[in-house]
């Protein structure tokens, strides 16, 4: 499957599940920049969804001084996307 499309499959699994508007906003802009990077890195897979990516992202990110409590958030909607995908058994 493709990470993009996975990404849009879990932002309408979190809209039917009730989370706020602008987590949603969040959610999808943050996976967003992740498959943007697996697709110059990779390919847009869900295979290319792999722990090295998400260290890339995170460098990434860090290296433009963003707020750690941005980078928390972040990793929150990962880590959300990442049980969600393990549920969906992508």
């Known amino acids: 499957m493709k990470l993009s499309t996975a990404v849009e499959q879990f ?7 009730g989370l706020a508007p602008a987590t949603l906003v969040r959610y999808h802009s943050d996976l967003k920049i992740l498959v ?5 890195e990779a390919q847009d897979t869900v295979l290319a969804c792999t722990p090295a990516l998400v260290h890339t992202y995170f460098l990434r990110l860090s290296a433009k ?11 929150a909607a990962l880590a959300e996307f990442g049980k969600w995908g393990l549920r969906q058994r992508l």
């Not at 932002?11 to 599940?17: E, G, L, S, W």
């Not at 943007?36 to 110059?40: D, G, N, S």
């Not at 001084?65 to 990793?75: D, N, P």
């Open 11 to 17: 932002i309408a699994d979190c809209r039917m599940r």
């Open 36 to 40: 943007a990077l697996a697709t110059v």
């Open 65 to 75: 001084g963003l707020m750690m409590a941005t980078l928390h958030r972040r990793r």
